[in-house]
């Protein structure tokens, strides 16, 4: 956009009376409003750029099918396309100032875009900002719409774009665990459970697992993505279709499938779908079950890197920062550290997300712009905290290997894996001498004549310990 407006204001009015707006906005007076009476938060719409681009998909479409059906003439619709298509390409992103917590069910957010769209337009026409009379915010760019339909279909596509970005960083994140899986493919160390030695597995089969739980829920994340494809677009106030031409709706969804290339489709009752948002409250549940994971995925990374020389020290995490004020030499798990808090605020905004979702009220949620703000949100700083996690801690992860052979040759675990063919009362008194007497479960073994050493050491190779294998083996006694 071109910077050739002046300096002042220019006088706009609305139901409420008449406020001076900034000569140099391309919002008007409802925005202003908006910008004034929900100064609630530091989250606002231009920190959001898929929701913007959204609301541009919406309008574009809408002013094709209204084009098409001939309520809008040919000068304003090019110039109502050009306005989308700047915004669509990034351009004016710093005119959506509105915050994104707000009431009215998202009339400020969609307003918000009208106007732009409508002053843009004007400008295009050769018209100034607010001359309103040749292209006009509710009459032309909202024509056939409503806040209720428009606003819930820009955040289900602007959702859909977030989605698809989450997803690929998401994956590089999950291919960094796979990498890690098989450069520690045969370290072998002590498996645990409760905290307790278990039995032993490879260093690498603790990042693969890592990974595997991780793959599987790019499932959960498409499905539930999926519900972002079905709009109520053609809805308007209610559901009933008021204020739109027969058609309008079908061929205003046929417009976004050819805009977006996805397979968008026209929810098959309208009127159930203007106060539904159940596609949030699912998604925002399938950004939670990834949280859940990693959570656990970093609890695991701070406990198995702990140290240096007093904790399990597994391997080590890369050195990011000093960890002290007042310890030389300490360094802090930082970066798992970061991931876990963004577990926290993604497990929090689902919360959020689901008491909204609750809130539905007759033929609408008026909750939904929190809804909306907390699934972006989520998505975001997942995004960031995935980047991070990768390169600046598990790409850099280096393992101790003799550290972790220690832990298993010294560990009563070990007996477990005599368990098959010593018998479990054998294994038992093992056990039980090896914790009394601090001796190791091998010596054992051998000194009760149990196994021969040959027998006992093709027991515990870690490749028989690591994965089911039948050994013919009999025990002496």
Known sequence: MENNCKAGFREESDLIGTLQVPECALYGV??????????????????YPAFIKGLAITKLAACRANHSLGLLT???????????????????????????????????????????????????????????????????????????????????????????????????????????????????????????????????????????????????????????????????????????EPGYAEKCVEDLREITGWDIKLSGNLVGATSDTSCLVGYASALKRVAVKMNKICNDLRLLASGPRCGFGEFNL???????????????????????????????????????????????????PVMAQCDFESVDIMINGFDTLRTRCIDGITANEEHCRTYVHNSIGVVTALNPVIGYKNSTKIAKEAMATGRSVYELVLEHGILTKEDLDTILAPENMIKPVKLDIKPLK
Request: one cysteine or more; a negative charge; proline letters at 4%.
């Open 318 to 368: 890369p050195a990011m920062q000093p960890g002290s004020s007042i310890m030389p030499g300490k360094v802090n798990p930082v970066i798992p550290e970061v991931m876990n808090q963004i577990c926290y605020k993604v497990i929090g905004n689902e919360l959020c997300v689901t008491m909204a979702g609750e809130a539905a009220q007759m033929e609408l949620n008026a909750m939904e």
């Open 74 to 244: 040919d000068e304003q619709a090019s110039a109502i396309e050009q306005a989308c298509k700047e915004i669509m390409d990034g351009q004016h992103h710093d005119q959506f100032p509105v915050d994104m917590i707000q009431g009215g069910a998202g009339t400020t957010t969609n307003m918000n875009a009208n106007e732009v769209i409508a002053n843009r337009a004007l400008e295009i026409m050769g018209h100034k900002r607010g001359e309103y009379q040749f292209c006009s915010p509710n009459d032309h760019v909202n024509c056939a719409q409503s806040t209720n339909d428009a606003y819930p279909t820009a955040i289900h596509i602007g959702m859909y774009f977030s989605h698809l970005r989450y997803i690929e960083h998401f994956e590089e994140l999950i291919k960094s665990f796979e990498k890690k899986g098989e450069e520690f493919k045969n370290i072998i160390k002590m498996g645990r459970t409760q905290l307790e030695d278990a039995v032993p597995m490879t260093l690498g089969q603790t990042f693969s697992g890592f990974a595997a739980i991780l793959r599987d829920e790019i499932k959960h994340l498409n499905e539930a993505a999926d519900d972002f494809l079905t709009v109520n677009m053609g809805a308007t106030a209610i559901g009933t279709g008021i204020c739109a």
């Open 30 to 47: 409802q925005t202003l409003r908006g910008i004034e009476n929900f100064e609630i938060s530091k989250f606002h719409l231009n920190e």
